[in-house]
C-alpha cells in the first residue's frame, strides 16, 4: 500500500489481516519510497495506492511504475478519498487496474478487499 496517513496504513493493514492473515503488506508513504523499496527488493504482486501524496503522488508513481518494464504489469488499485470523474478517469488512462473511493466503514473495506484479493487481473471491471 502506497500512502502518506498513518491512520489509513492500520486501518489498511488490519483490513487485509482480516482478510488472510498470510498476506504480507507492505507500506510506503508516498510513489518515490515505493519505487525505492521495489528496486531492493521482490516487486508486489498488487499495490495500492492512494492519489494525493507528497513528494511522489499517485499520479506521477502510476505513470513512472508503468513505463518501467519490469514493473508495467503489476496490478494498481487506487484507493483514495476522491469521487472525482476526472481522477477516475486519469488513473484509468495512465494504467490503473481498479478505481475505489477509501470506505469509512471497516467492513465495506474488508468485503471490498476480499473482492479485489479473488480477482484474476487483468480485470475488466474498472470501479469497485
Avoid: W
Amino acid at each position: 500500500m502506497i500512502d502518506d496517513d498513518v491512520d489509513d496504513q492500520l486501518y489498511f493493514r488490519d483490513a487485509v489481516n482480516e482478510v488472510n492473515p498470510q498476506i504480507v503488506c507492505g507500506i510506503a508513504n508516498n510513489g518515490l519510497e515505493a519505487l525505492q523499496q521495489m528496486e531492493i527488493s521482490t516487486p508486489p504482486e498488487l499495490i495500492f495506492l492512494d492519489l494525493n501524496m507528497p513528494i511522489m503522488n499517485g499520479y506521477e508513481f502510476l505513470s513512472s511504475l508503468k513505463s518501467t518494464p519490469r514493473f508495467s504489469k503489476i496490478p494498481v488499485v487506487i484507493i483514495t478519498t476522491s469521487r472525482s470523474t476526472q481522477d477516475i478517469e486519469q488513473s484509468k488512462k495512465l494504467g490503473a487496474s481498479m478505481f475505489f473511493t477509501k470506505p469509512s466503514n471497516f467492513g465495506t473495506l474488508v468485503s471490498k478487499l476480499k473482492a479485489v484479493l479473488t480477482l484474476d487481473f487483468p480485470h475488466k471491471q474498472f470501479m469497485l
